[in-house]
C-alpha cells in the first residue's frame, strides 16, 4: 500500500517562496506518476502539477495555467520524494496541497485519475 506524506507548508507573504514535500512508501516510487494538487476553501480540487512517467527514466512535466512559471515540480527517486518548488506566491495561491499518485493515468490533470493521496499540508499567503 502506497502512502504519502506531505511537508513544507506554511505562512509566507506574496512574493515569497515555499518547497513542499511529498515523501512515499511501499510501492515502487520510480515508476508512478505523480501529481500536486490543491483545495482552497470553498472550491473544488484543482489540478497544480504533476511528472507523468515515460516508461524508462524520462518524466514529462505538467502545469496548471495559473501557476506555469512560477511553480516547479519535480522528484527525487532515491528519495522516494516529490517536490514542489513555489515561487512568486500570491494570496490566490492559499489553498491544502494534496500530493497523489498513480500506477496507470489517462489524464494526468484529472484527480479521480490518481489512487492515493497525503493528507495535505496548508499553504497560506499573506497579501
Known amino acids: 500500500q502506497v502512502q504519502l506524506v506531505e511537508s513544507g507548508g506554511g505562512l509566507v507573504q506574496a512574493g515569497g517562496s515555499l518547497r513542499l514535500s511529498c515523501e512515499a512508501s511501499?510501492?515502487?516510487?520510480?515508476?508512478?506518476?505523480m501529481g500536486w494538487f490543491r483545495q482552497a476553501p470553498g472550491k473544488e480540487r484543482e489540478f497544480v502539477a504533476a511528472?507523468?512517467?515515460?516508461?524508462?527514466?524520462?518524466?514529462?512535466?505538467y502545469y496548471a495555467d495559473s501557476v506555469k512559471g512560477r511553480f516547479t515540480i519535480s522528484r527525487d527517486n532515491a528519495k522516494n520524494t516529490l517536490y514542489l518548488q513555489m515561487n512568486s506566491l500570491k494570496p490566490e495561491d492559499t489553498a491544502v496541497y494534496y500530493c497523489?499518485?498513480?500506477?496507470?493515468?489517462?489524464?494526468?490533470?484529472?484527480?479521480?485519475?490518481?489512487?492515493?493521496w497525503g493528507q495535505g499540508t496548508q499553504v497560506t499567503v499573506s497579501s
Open positions: 497523489a499518485s498513480t500506477a496507470d493515468v489517462v489524464n494526468i490533470r484529472t484527480s479521480r485519475e490518481y489512487r492515493h
Open positions: 511501499g510501492g515502487t516510487f520510480r515508476s508512478y506518476h
Open positions: 511528472l507523468k512517467w515515460s516508461g524508462d527514466s524520462t518524466y514529462y512535466a
